[in-house]
């Protein structure tokens, strides 16, 4: 029995794809670019299943809709699946796959890294370092903002929000706080001390930190704009390790010009790769390009899973990580 044909849309981790190639007759990307439309199309075309990333073009339906489309599935390797029409999926038959679960501690890392970086300072010190223009401790020298107790406000409570506050109020003593219209259980909420509120607004507004956690796109597109940006503290400060379009980057780029809030931590943006100028040459924000789950383990294991759901599909079974 022939093997299904796979392409792989980028290059992933050496362990992963020697694992698509025991299971699959596959195609991989191995100068890792940027596959364009036309060559998304082909693979359409040309292979039973395709596995995209987030850094591909959107998969909409002019690329699922080509005429003599063999492809029956996507298994996406990310956790979000923004990258993909999901609607224009269902419409062509599409099944679409995501891989949860497996990044969620790396990202929580993530989160919390942002979070100490921009409220301590540490990028700007780094560079004051590196750049052989520190000049000694003196006792106002860069003074910063203290994390240990202070309130925490999650926009989202999903596995990954939940990595976040287990770290941030059982490390750091943090209170915590959150809005998710699918709240978990109450024995989570419970574990974390956590005060539940009904909208986004009730949480900033009281938060020292906000942490985004919720999907990109749709409604939340945007979500975090200038006038809710307005209701947060003057020293609070947002973090987000969730998609790139749930901030208006324009927004807080003069909020924080203005001192409508004191900094910000962001791995993600709006148009990846580009970053908005502005927030460059910013002191009071700390910049990661996409590193989420940027570690060998967890992109290994975000390939195997893509891999299961690919595999489980042309077994004739559920897959196990199934959004369309």
Same mark, same amino acid.
């Given at each position: =029995?022939?093997?299904?044909?796979?392409?792989?849309?980028? #290059?992933?981790?050496?362990?992963?794809?020697? #694992?698509?190639?025991?299971?699959?007759?596959? &195609?991989?990307n191995e100068d890792d670019h940027k596959m364009s439309v036309s060559e998304l199309q082909d693979a359409m075309r040309?292979?039973?299943?395709?596995?995209?990333?987030?850094?591909?073009?959107?998969?909409?339906?002019?690329?699922?809709?080509?005429?003599?489309?063999?492809?029956? =599935?996507? *298994?996406?390797?990310?956790?979000?699946?923004?990258?993909?029409?999901?609607?224009?999926?269902?419409?062509?038959?599409?099944?679409?796959?995501?891989?949860?679960?497996?990044?969620?501690?790396?990202?929580?890392?993530?989160?919390?890294?942002?979070?100490?970086?921009?409220?301590?300072?540490?990028?700007?010190?780094?560079?004051?370092?590196? @750049?052989?223009?520190?000049?000694?401790?003196?006792?106002?020298?860069?003074?910063?903002? #203290?994390?240990? *107790?202070?309130?925490?406000?999650?926009?989202?409570? *999903?596995?990954?929000?939940?990595?976040?506050?287990?770290?941030?109020?059982?490390?750091?003593?943090?209170?915590?706080?959150?809005?998710?219209?699918?709240?978990?259980?109450?024995?989570?909420?419970?574990?974390?001390?956590?005060? &539940?509120?009904?909208?986004?607004?009730?949480?900033?507004?009281?938060?020292?930190?906000?942490?985004?956690?919720?999907?990109? *796109?749709?409604? @939340?597109?945007?979500?975090?704009?200038?006038?809710?940006?307005?209701? =947060?503290?003057?020293?609070?400060?947002?973090? @987000?390790?969730?998609?790139?379009?749930?901030?208006?980057?324009?927004?807080?780029?003069?909020?924080? &010009?203005?001192?409508?809030?004191?900094?910000?931590?962001?791995?993600?943006?709006?148009?990846?790769?580009?970053?908005t100028e502005a927030l460059l040459s910013m002191e009071n924000v700390v910049l990661f390009p996409h590193l989420g789950?940027?570690?060998?383990?967890?992109?290994?294991? =975000?390939?195997?899973?893509?891999?299961?759901?690919? &595999?489980?599909?042309?077994?004739? #079974?559920?897959?196990?990580?199934?959004?369309?």
């Amino acid at each position: =029995m022939n093997k299904p044909k796979v392409i792989i849309t980028r #290059k992933w981790p050496e362990a992963a794809e020697a #694992k698509a190639k025991e299971l699959f007759d596959v &195609q991989l990307n191995e100068d890792d670019h940027k596959m364009s439309v036309s060559e998304l199309q082909d693979a359409m075309r040309n292979a039973d299943a395709v596995c995209p990333t987030v850094s591909d073009f959107q998969i909409t339906s002019e690329i699922l809709g080509v005429a003599n489309r063999k492809c029956k =599935m996507l *298994g996406n390797f990310g956790v979000g699946f923004n990258n993909i029409d999901t609607n224009a999926a269902k419409k062509a038959g599409v099944v679409v796959t995501n891989t949860p679960g497996v990044l969620t501690d790396c990202t929580a890392d993530i989160a919390m890294t942002l979070l100490l970086m921009v409220a301590r300072r540490a990028g700007e010190g780094e560079r004051l370092v590196r @750049n052989k223009k520190w000049d000694g401790w003196r006792p106002t020298h860069m003074l910063s903002t #203290k994390v240990t *107790g202070k309130k925490l406000g999650f926009v989202g409570f *999903g596995r990954i929000a939940q990595a976040v506050a287990q770290r941030a109020h059982f490390g750091f003593g943090m209170e915590l706080s959150f809005y998710d219209p699918y709240p978990p259980s109450t024995e989570v909420i419970k574990k974390f001390n956590a005060k &539940q509120y009904n909208s986004v607004e009730e949480v900033i507004k009281t938060a020292d930190f906000v942490t985004l956690h919720c999907p990109g *796109g749709g409604s @939340n597109t945007n979500l975090m704009n200038a006038e809710r940006l307005g209701m =947060m503290k003057k020293t609070a400060f947002l973090i @987000n390790t969730a998609r790139g379009d749930v901030v208006d980057e324009p927004a807080l780029v003069k909020a924080l &010009q203005t001192g409508v809030i004191a900094g910000a931590g962001l791995d993600v943006f709006a148009k990846e790769p580009t970053v908005t100028e502005a927030l460059l040459s910013m002191e009071n924000v700390v910049l990661f390009p996409h590193l989420g789950s940027a570690t060998t383990e967890t992109r290994v294991a =975000m390939g195997l899973c893509a891999l299961e759901n690919v &595999q489980a599909f042309f077994d004739g #079974k559920e897959p196990p990580n199934r959004v369309a």
